[in-house]
């Protein structure tokens, strides 16, 4: 019998786990500093009429602040290369 694809097995992370970081040490780092950031701004953000306000904040604040090569650095090339290589296969 041929298979469609192969399922990628690891014995130290999940099916759908793409980066390096195991500790996802920098998101952990900016999630706490957005967090930190988030609270000295001095609104409910939990609050429904200051969701469209949250949103502004968080988008402005990523554009700002997120490290996009860190961010992206974090990936598990071999594995992307994997999946991108599937896709261009299959539908490519």
């Known amino acids: 019998m041929t298979h469609r ?6 014995k130290d992370k999940g099916h759908n786990y793409i ?6 040490t920098y998101m952990d780092e900016f999630n706490a500093e ?3 950031w988030l609270n000295a701004q001095g609104y ?3 609050a429904e009429e200051n969701k469209p306000r949250l949103a ?16 992206a650095g974090r990936s598990d090339m071999e594995l ?3 999946i991108v290589g599937f896709y261009d296969k299959h539908i490519g």
């Open 44 to 46: 409910d953000y939990n």
């Open 56 to 71: 502004e904040d968080k988008a402005n604040y990523l554009h700002e602040h997120l490290d996009r090569e860190r961010y």
């Open 80 to 82: 992307v290369e994997k």
């Open 5 to 10: 694809f192969e399922f990628v097995r690891f």
């Open 19 to 24: 980066l390096n970081d195991s500790s996802n």
């Open 34 to 36: 957005w967090m930190e």
